[in-house]
């Protein structure tokens, strides 16, 4: 049995190449390591994993939620994951109480598995959430940040994520999208201050989305809302930092398990702490195995 890791060096707080020095310390079988070398790169990375990989073989992806994301989808479903995060949000392995790297390995040796659920589309995977509006707009402009290299570097990153927030007040960023339902009811939904498409609860480092969503569940949570003024936008911002979720009259909810959604030409979508540009996609659940 080898161990094959996809490690992306340069996600969060640029902590990969460490943690996988601590896995050929504490791990006394064979490992073989691919490293992720520019954005994107996971498809070449998964090429060669599959390349070499036999039966038996145990695979340990290690980067933020968008390594995860992107291996995912080029990984088979077939062949279960550990993972180990290191990014700046670390959204998913918070939510689902991901164990220490030691007890990580310990459940892969193990094949502890859980099983999970991710939605596919047109490109890519679904795996904490995708958004327009606020968190789209927090998304990409922390991303451009220059805080957010230096926050990473003392382990603060979360507060590149609070601080652009706060800008959202003044901001108002709004987005419009087409749903359309599993029944085939559709909806044209204008001027959404927050548009949530969420298989996790949180993003953005632990900004709860919707208290009961999660990758344990096959259902995707859709939460909206509307911000036309400083205070309702203040209202919204406080309804999920104090998690008023389901008492609050400034959210709208609803429960999927299939989707498709249509988009603007102009609008920003954020999928897993990447912005992505799209124009219509649909929205299908797949059962992954998680070694946990």
Known sequence: MTLLIIANPH?????????????????????????????DDEKHQVKRLLAKYQEGDKVLIVGGDGTLSKTLYYLPDTIAFAYYPVGSGNDFAHALRLPNLKMTLDRLDKEQTTEITVFTYQGGIVLNSLDLGFAAYVVKESSQSHLKFWFNKFHLGKLTY???ALKCLFKN????????????????LLDLFLCSLANNRTFGGGVVIWPKASALTPRLEIVTAKGKTFRK????????????????????????????????????????????????????????????
Do not use: C, W
């Open 162 to 164: 609070i601080l652009t």
């Open 11 to 39: 996600a969060g707080n640029r902590q990969a190449l460490a943690v996988t020095k601590a896995v050929k310390h504490i791990y006394h079988k064979p490992i073989r390591v691919f490293l992720t070398r520019f954005p």
């Open 233 to 292: 936008r203040l209202a919204v911002l406080l309804t999920l930092v104090l998690k008023m979720h389901q008492h609050s009259s400034s959210l709208t909810h609803k429960s999927v398990t299939r989707l498709s959604v249509d988009f603007e030409d102009d609008a920003i979508i954020e999928i897993d702490g990447e912005i992505v540009v799209l124009k219509h996609i649909d929205l299908i659940p797949q059962k992954r195995s998680i070694y946990f």
């Open 173 to 188: 960023p709004t987005a419009n999208v087409s749903l359309t339902y599993e029944d085939g009811e559709k909806k044209v």
